[in-house]
Nanobody, 114 residues
Framework: QVKTVESGGGLVQPGGSLRLSCAASGSILSRYTMAWYRQPPGKQRELVAEIRSGTTANYADSVKGRFTISTDDAKNTVYLQMNSLKPEDTAVYYC????????WGQGTQVTVSL
């Protein structure tokens, strides 16, 4: 069973940047469509970004042009570069395989606030 460990979250001011990392044990990530999700307070989990075969990326309209997803097979890691952060980006962020999800990790909290 693949385990994912998300990290890199924190408190940042509006307009700031963060880079999230997701380490996935025992898997070559470019074999799959990998995705980042987020769950804002009191809301359901939503898809933020996905990347297929390590190259083709798609984004939710709310983050398009601000977030970039990438993978590094050598490190079994998926990244989410987040720029121009807004308060509405506040959420717990998770990564997972999009089709046939593994067990969810603990996520990483991102808080965008003054």
């Amino acid at each position: 069973q693949v385990k994912t460990v998300e990290s890199g979250g924190g408190l940042v001011q509006p307009g700031g940047s963060l880079r999230l990392s997701c380490a996935a044990s025992g898997s070559i990530l470019s074999r799959y469509t990998m995705a980042w999700y987020r769950q804002p307070p009191g809301k359901q989990r939503e898809l933020v970004a996905e990347i297929r075969s390590g190259t083709t990326a798609n984004y939710a309209d709310s983050v398009k042009g601000r977030f970039t997803i990438s993978t590094d097979d050598a490190k079994n890691t998926v990244y989410l570069q987040m720029n121009s952060l807004k308060p509405e980006d506040t959420a717990v962020y998770y990564c997972n395989r999009k089709y046939g999800a593994w067990a969810w990790g603990q996520g990483t909290q991102v808080t965008v606030s003054l």
